[in-house]
């Protein structure tokens, strides 16, 4: 009988769909994981290209983590992008410098949750403690914070870079847990204050219920894509084929998802009204960033 998948085995190298020996019998989270990954190069590339138009071209109107949102796109662009030269690598040269380059590319996109926090941060002290927001303002700041999450992201691509992901799994649920216990206190915190300000009026004003509606939507993809990572620090009570070839690679697709759902939902209902927590401008239903 034809056998295809020997047949492609001596043609291209292991098969695209799996990258060890042990899943030949669980293809399927490998499946799940290229098709987000072309999903993003489709989808997710051209979006966050948008976002980044769409910030660049706003003057006088842009909200203040615009500038935590500007350096999310720019990093889930480049992840997106690193699409065509994974599957070249993974299907037909088995470059070590060019898996190096792969590495490096997980790790920018594991510690960009980080972006997301800055972002949540931003949102909750303009809300929670608007006095205190009103004095940090100043796009040096947070021009400043940026730089400092983008050198801790570096060093963090760098070390999975060299040191491979197992190595630092540890510090990659650390990161991730952290960041998912931050952006879901800051998020409640928010929808509590817009929810006690109605107090015992009939109905909330307009702009209130938008930013609670973008708040409740916030909150719900954040934890639909950071929650997975929680499996991450309990590898030692799973089998080693469980662990990689149904567990993690499981994970990294439902995080890498949010490359294209953030900026898609950004550019699709972006839309500036007199916006109540952003001041000047605010998103309909922006994405997981919009807090």
Known sequence: MFNTTANFSDAFGLPLWYQYQMCASA??????????????LAVGAPCNGLVIWQIAAKKGDACTSDAFILNLAVLDAFFCLMVPAELLNT????????????????????????????????????VVHPVLFARVRSNKFRMGVSAGVWAAIAAYALAKCVLGSMRVNGVFSGVVLFALAVMVLCNASVV???????????AMHPAKKKALKMVLVALAIIVVNYLPPVLMPFA??????????????????????????????????????GGWCCRRCVARTPPPVEV
């Open 27 to 40: 293809p399927y989270g490998f499946v799940f994981y290229y098709g987000v990954k072309v999903f993003n």
């Open 91 to 126: 299907l037909l040269l088995d470059d070590g410098r060019i898996w190096y380059l792969q590495r490096f590319s997980y790790g920018v996109k594991d510690a960009g949750v980080l972006f997301l926090v800055c972002v949540c941060v931003d949102r909750h002290m303009a």
């Open 192 to 202: 509590w204050v817009l929810r006690r300000s109605v107090g015992g009026k009939e």
């Open 236 to 273: 030692p009570y799973y089998t080693r084929m469980e662990f990689r070839c149904q567990i993690r690679i499981s994970v990294y697709s439902i995080m890498d998802l949010s490359c294209s759902v953030e900026p898609l939902l950004y550019v699709t209902k972006t839309e500036c009204v």
